[in-house]
């Protein structure tokens, strides 16, 4: 199933208000997202922080962080790493634990894997 397709699906299984898929260098690979959103400045950002985990988590001599969540009172903005070229993003209410939105995300890692590496 296209990348695409499964993003938009995330809006019915999750309430996601924007998901997409992003390279390690913040290029938008595949992407459910509002037109209101700058889909560069939207995929740079989160390529951005899941680095400056990473480069945090290094400082402290601890594993690489493979999700990142930022809270705000509306929503909550997840960032998965998904294999070393790809990322994947998933703008969610809050209301939505972590369990429920990494069993959503499965298929959708799992195709990113198999399709980008």
Do not use: W, Y
């Not at 990348?3 to 992407?31: F, H, K, N, P, Y």
């Not at 939207?42 to 990473?54: P, Q, V, W």
């Not at 945090?56 to 509306?74: C, D, G, N, Q």
């Amino acid at each position: 199933m296209p990348l695409e397709r499964m993003l938009r699906q995330l809006r019915e299984t999750c309430g996601s208000q924007a998901a997409a898929v992003v390279s390690r260098d913040g290029l938008v690979i595949a992407g459910d997202m509002p037109e209101s959103i700058s889909r560069e400045t939207f995929a740079i950002m989160c390529a951005t922080i899941l680095g400056a985990g990473m480069t945090a988590a290094t400082e402290l001599r601890v594993s690489s962080p493979s999700h990142i969540v930022l809270a705000t009172k509306e929503t909550r903005i997840h960032i998965f790493e998904a294999g070393p070229r790809a990322l994947i993003v998933l703008v969610a209410p809050p209301s939505r634990d972590d369990a429920e939105i990494r069993n959503a995300l499965k298929p959708i890692l799992e195709e990113i894997r198999r399709e980008i590496g």
